[in-house]
């Protein structure tokens, strides 16, 4: 194995802190995740890039993923995916942050591959998966996340340890009524969301169909072939 090749950066951040290789550790509908390293403390890091040409078609999407970048700045807790730093890249038109690393993916990809694991470590993920929920919860003003799922909370498995991330969905209330926009994963939404008028409670049924899915390995409502079954099985 050559080792030049294997250390060669893609990228650096403006600081040169940072350093980008070109391994990809996730796609979602907005952004690539890479991994990186940290060069000042020696850590491997995440770091998201998000193609702003793509994904801006009007202003609404432009406040979303500064809403989610500024959002991860604020957040501070060991239920929270840590947020680092963040940037535009304004010759390539991307806007980069840097979060930490887990190494075993997400809990849906860690579930599926130990399929034999003990009811007490899930009991440990719900416990984990709660106090995020509630520390944002208790925000001020309180956070929604809207997409909680297996595939938005992330392992280490050395340590059984999860963490709550990719709140790209997720929305500070800037007052104490509902939010009105309806986004997120059909399988794991409360009816309420369907129906585009909830609180931060949602979240709370989004944990329990994570819940169901850890303890059964099984995909909820994967009986359902459409969005609007769903919501009659969930609404009846």
């Not at 990809?24 to 403390?41: F, Q, S």
């Not at 399929?115 to 956070?143: C, N, T």
């Given at each position: 194995?050559?080792m030049?090749?294997?250390?060669?950066?893609?990228?650096?951040?403006?600081?040169?802190?940072?350093?980008?290789?070109?391994?990809?550790?996730?796609?979602?509908?907005?952004?690539?995740?890479?991994?990186?390293?940290d060069?000042?403390?020696?850590?491997?890091?995440?770091?998201?890039?998000?193609?702003?040409?793509?994904?801006l078609?009007?202003?609404?999407d432009?406040?979303?993923?500064?809403?989610?970048?500024?959002?991860?700045?604020?957040?501070?807790?060991?239920?929270?995916?840590?947020?680092?730093?963040?940037?535009?890249?304004?010759?390539s038109?991307?806007?980069?942050?840097?979060?930490?690393?887990?190494?075993?993916?997400?809990?849906?990809?860690?579930?599926?591959?130990?399929?034999?694991?003990?009811?007490?470590?899930?009991?440990?993920?719900?416990?984990?998966?709660?106090?995020?929920?509630v520390?944002?919860?208790?925000?001020?003003?309180?956070?929604?996340?809207?997409?909680?799922?297996?595939?938005?909370?992330?392992?280490?498995?050395?340590?059984?340890?999860?963490?709550?991330?990719?709140?790209?969905?997720?929305?500070?209330?800037?007052?104490?009524?509902?939010?009105?926009?309806?986004l997120?994963?059909?399988?794991?939404?409360?009816?309420?969301?369907?129906?585009?008028?909830?609180?931060?409670?949602?979240?709370?049924y989004?944990?329990?169909?994570?819940?169901?899915?850890?303890?059964?390995?099984?995909?909820?409502?994967?009986?359902c072939?459409?969005?609007?079954?769903?919501?009659?099985?969930?609404?009846?």
């Amino acid at each position: 194995m050559n080792m030049n090749q294997v250390s060669e950066y893609v990228e650096t951040d403006p600081t040169g802190r940072y350093g980008r290789f070109e391994e990809v550790l996730g796609r979602g509908a907005m952004k690539t995740v890479y991994k990186a390293i940290d060069e000042k403390l020696g850590i491997e890091v995440a770091w998201s890039q998000v193609k702003l040409k793509e994904v801006l078609r009007s202003s609404v999407d432009l406040q979303r993923l500064y809403s989610e970048v500024h959002l991860l700045s604020t957040l501070n807790h060991k239920s929270i995916i840590r947020f680092y730093t963040s940037w535009i890249d304004v010759d390539s038109h991307n806007l980069n942050f840097i979060t930490e690393l887990f190494t075993s993916g997400t809990l849906r990809q860690y579930k599926n591959k130990y399929l034999r694991i003990d009811i007490r470590a899930i009991k440990s993920w719900a416990r984990q998966i709660l106090e995020g929920l509630v520390y944002l919860h208790e925000h001020d003003p309180p956070v929604i996340h809207r997409d909680l799922k297996c595939d938005n909370i992330f392992v280490n498995g050395h340590l059984g340890q999860v963490k709550i991330g990719d709140l790209g969905l997720a929305r500070m209330l800037r007052d104490r009524h509902s939010a009105h926009s309806i986004l997120g994963t059909p399988e794991f939404m409360a009816p309420e969301l369907f129906e585009g008028n909830y609180n931060e409670l949602i979240d709370v049924y989004s944990f329990g169909m994570c819940f169901l899915e850890m303890v059964t390995s099984e995909f909820p409502y994967s009986e359902c072939n459409s969005p609007v079954h769903i919501y009659k099985k969930v609404s009846s």
